[in-house]
C-alpha cells in the first residue's frame, strides 16, 4: 500500500447499540479509506447487533461477540488485533464525518513528528441532528498531565475525535486503563507524558447524546476522576473560558489557512519540539 496511506485501525466496542450501530459502521466502511483494519467488539449484544454486525463482516478485519468485563476489556480486545500506523476507538453510537479518515492520513503523513491528534467536538441526538459545536481549548501538556480536561475545568478532549500512532500507543503501556467511566481521560494523561497533543481546528466525528448511554450519569464520571470534583461548582470552568484564548497561543494546532487554501501547522510554545 502507499505510503500515502498510512494503515488506520479502528477498534469499535459494542454493547446492546443496535439502535444505532449499524450508523456507526457505515461511517466508517463509507469513508472508503484504502488501507483500513476496522475492528468490532461486541459484549455479546441481546439485541439487533449482532445481525448487524454479521451484515458487514465481510468488510471488517476482526469481530467477535463474547461476553467481556466492560468496555475497557473490550477495547484491550481490540487494539491486540489492531496492527495500524495510526490507531483510534469510534463507540457504537458515534459517527465519523465524511472524508475524516483522508485528512487524518493526510496530515500525519505531511507532519511525521506528530503523535496524536485531536479535533473540534460535535454533538448529535438520536436523530442525527448536529445539537453543539464544542469551543475549542488550548491543550497545555502540563495541564493534560496534570488532568485538567474535564467538563468542570477546561473542557473534554473528544475521544471519537482523537487518533494517535501505533508508537505513541506502544510507548505508553499498549493499554486502555482499567476504568469504567474515565478510560479515555486516563489515556490521555498517559500520552501527555510523552508528547504534545496538537488540536485539528474542526471536527473529525460526532458524539452521539442519548439518554441509555454510560456518559449521562456525568456524576459517576468525575467520581471516577476524583471523590471530591463531583461537588466543585461547573462555573470554575469559566476562568478556562476567559484564559482560553491565551491557551490556544501556547498550543500546537492545525488549521486551515484560507489565504493559501492549506492546512497549516501552528507549533505554539510547548516543552516539546515537533519539527
Known amino acids: 500500500m502507499s505510503k500515502h496511506f498510512p494503515k488506520i485501525s479502528i477498534v469499535t466496542p459494542s454493547y446492546n447499540q443496535g439502535q444505532f450501530l449499524e450508523k456507526t459502521i457505515l461511517s466508517v466502511l463509507q469513508q472508503k479509506y484504502p488501507n483500513l483494519e476496522y475492528i468490532i467488539i461486541d459484549g455479546k449484544s441481546t439485541d439487533s447487533s449482532l445481525q448487524i454486525i454479521k451484515k458487514y463482516q465481510k468488510h471488517l478485519t476482526f469481530w467477535q461477540s463474547k461476553k467481556d468485563s466492560g468496555q475497557a476489556n473490550a477495547l484491550n480486545i481490540g487494539f491486540k488485533h489492531a496492527t495500524g500506523d495510526i490507531l483510534c ?21 505531511q507532519y511525521p513528528h506528530l503523535d496524536w491528534l485531536t479535533s473540534q467536538s460535535t454533538i448529535i441526538n438520536k436523530d442525527d441532528e448536529i445539537i453543539q459545536s464544542g469551543l475549542h481549548f488550548g491543550k497545555v501538556p502540563l495541564f493534560l498531565r496534570l488532568g485538567l480536561y474535564h467538563g468542570k475545568c477546561l473542557g473534554f478532549i473528544p475521544q471519537e475525535g482523537t487518533f494517535w500512532r501505533q508508537s505513541l500507543w506502544k510507548k505508553s503501556e499498549a493499554k486502555i486503563p482499567n476504568r469504567h467511566y474515565c478510560l479515555d481521560f486516563e489515556l490521555w494523561r498517559r500520552f501527555a507524558k510523552y508528547s504534545p497533543l496538537v488540536t485539528l481546528e474542526a471536527p473529525l466525528a460526532s458524539f452521539r447524546h442519548h439518554s441509555q448511554q454510560k456518559t449521562s450519569a456525568m456524576k459517576k464520571y468525575y467520581q471516577e476522576i476524583h471523590p471530591l470534583l463531583p461537588y466543585i461548582p461547573r462555573f470554575v470552568g469559566i476562568i478556562g473560558r476567559i484564559i482560553n484564548p491565551f491557551l490556544r497561543r501556547l498550543c500546537p494546532r492545525i488549521y486551515f489557512n484560507k489565504l ?10 510547548s516543552t516539546y519540539q515537533i519539527k
Do not use: E, R
Open 260 to 269: 493559501n487554501y492549506q492546512w497549516t501547522y501552528h507549533p505554539g510554545i
Open 89 to 109: 476507538w469510534l463507540n457504537s453510537d458515534d459517527i465519523l464525518l465524511p472524508h475524516s479518515l483522508a485528512l487524518v492520513s493526510k496530515l500525519f503523513s
